[in-house]
């Protein structure tokens, strides 16, 4: 008895210590945050958030709370945007303010505030510029990487995909293309399917929110550090193979470019070219460049499939415009507004990235009566754009009329954000527009697809929904036209 009563008694003073620390730091906030659910001591709103549902617990809080909440993710605040209006003031119109990028506990642990995507401050504008710099070079968003693009064509969609669109940007970054049965290649693309597959499942989604404290112990949602520990292992491998074989006068690709950049500065002491950076901006783009893309097409055959008169409308158009006696180019976008509009809609509605990569804010802000104090975390939820209601006709359903005006011409959408918006904006935006129409164009030039069940039983439930939207497993059959 005396030692449970001295258990107990320990129990009470941490619970009140962690009471009045959690009173102590919101009191001693210069801020003025949002409304919310009222947090509870080290957990935060842990019961009025599902990490198997994190995206549609924050739509129920929008419900109560309106379009800007604050929530605790344990004893963190969160302020969470929603619908084009609130996302693009903050993004757009505040853009400087809401540019910071947080850390993912679930990413945080390789990328350590490194690479391009989750860097900060004077390092984020180094790679960042780089980065665009190079990849415009070696031909993004130009003509001159469409034979890249078109030599990864497949004849089976669903057996080469993956590797067909990592193969683009694999000719970037690493200077060349890998054989389909290359089994390091293979491996590669496993371990990155796994591992975006991984960051949305509900224990990944769990450490997220509760971080600050999950960190300690070991346990499933560490699972996505290790499988992320050996496609860097791939990547330092190549800069070694790199360093061996570098001519400063003919850069092969994004490695050698870094490479170079790296023995410019190498004197300079707030230069942030080095090994770090560059492994994980070169993982940075090899991810953002195979998933994303095979993703969006992956989910684009199934809603195809699934809609068969949006399918032969599409290509009434191709064989209009291009005919079936040359390959399609990117000149060819302009003619097509419906084959836009349908690639557009085939974006909004698989919302690959519901919740978005987070944001914080560089310094305390301003926003719609509030003052969020710096270093505050923002979640601008792509999904409530992609879905709002004053900016799209058919919300919910599957409808290219979403970008086509009354006369057929296609009509751009400013809550089209897939790519997010403001200064943290996909970099691969150009390229990954490009990859999508001239991998579409080509498919369905050719080719017909059918499904193995009726359309009305296909379903396009995610098979995880969490940082990302995996697009659900299924076969389909792939029809000389």
């Given amino acids: 008895m005396e030692l449970s009563g001295a258990a107990t008694f320990v129990l009470a003073v941490c619970l009140s210590y962690l009471f009045f620390l959690s009173l102590w730091r919101k009191k001693g ?50 302020v969470v945007l929603c619908g084009h209006e609130a996302v693009k003031e903050a993004l757009v119109d505040q853009a400087e303010a809401f540019g910071g990028r947080a850390q993912m506990p679930t990413l945080d642990r390789t990328f350590e505030s490194h690479g391009v995507v989750f860097a900060n401050g004077e390092r984020w504008r180094q790679l960042r510029r780089f980065s665009l710099t190079v990849l415009r070079n070696f031909g993004m968003g130009k003509r001159s990487i469409e034979e890249r693009i078109q030599e990864e064509q497949p004849f089976d969609p669903t057996y080469f995909l993956s590797r067909a669109v990592s193969n683009v940007i694999c000719s970037i970054v690493f200077g060349n293309r890998f054989d389909y049965q290359d089994e390091d290649f293979l491996a590669l693309l496993q371990m990155m399917n796994e591992s975006f597959r991984e960051l949305s499942t509900p224990w990944s989604q769990f450490y997220d ?151 914080t804010v560089t310094r305390d802000t301003l926003f719609r009566g509030y003052v969020i104090p710096k270093d505050t975390e923002v979640y601008p939820l792509l999904s409530t754009v992609l879905h709002d209601p004053s900016m799209y006709k058919h919300p919910q359903a599957f409808n290219p009329e979403n970008f086509l005006d009354a006369s057929g011409g296609f009509k751009k959408n400013d809550a089209f954000v897939p790519f997010s918006s403001g200064k943290r904006i996909c970099l691969g935006e150009a390229l990954a527009r490009m990859e999508l129409f001239l991998f579409f164009t080509t498919i369905l030039q050719s080719f017909r697809l059918e499904p193995l069940v009726p359309p009305a039983e296909i379903n396009i439930t995610p098979l995880e929904s969490g940082f990302a939207n995996i697009p659900p497993i299924y076969q389909l059959r792939v029809v000389a036209r």
């Avoid at 379009?67 to 344990?74: D, E, K, L, R």
């Avoid at 509760?210 to 300690?216: A, F, P, Q, R, T």
């Avoid at 290790?226 to 003919?250: C, P, S, Y």
């Fill in 209 to 359: 929110m509760n971080g600050s404290l999950l960190k300690y112990f070991p346990g499933p949602h560490m699972k996505i550090y290790h499988i992320l520990e050996r496609m860097r292992q791939f990547i330092a491998k190549r800069v070694l193979r790199n360093k061996e074989t570098l001519d400063h006068g003919f850069p092969r690709d994004f490695i050698d470019c870094f490479l170079i950049q790296m023995e410019k500065e190498k004197n300079n002491p707030s230069s942030e070219f080095n090994i770090k950076n560059l492994e994980l901006t070169t993982l940075n783009l090899f991810f953002a460049g195979t998933e994303t893309v095979s993703s969006t097409l992956r989910y684009g055959f199934l809603l195809l499939m699934k809609h068969p008169e949006v399918q032969e409308k599409l290509h009434e158009e191709i064989k209009r415009v291009i005919g079936c006696e040359r390959p399609p180019n990117i000149e060819d976008r302009g003619r097509m507004p419906y084959t836009d509009a349908v690639i557009h809609e085939v974006q909004r509605v698989s919302d690959l990235l519901p919740m978005n990569v987070p944001h």
């Fill in 29 to 78: 906030s210069p801020g003025k945050l949002p409304p919310g659910p009222t947090p509870l001591p080290l957990i935060g709103n842990f019961f009025q958030l599902s990490s198997s549902e994190t995206m549609k617990s924050l739509e129920k809080l929008r419900g109560k709370y309106g379009p800007v909440f604050t929530v605790y993710f344990g004893p963190k605040p969160v």
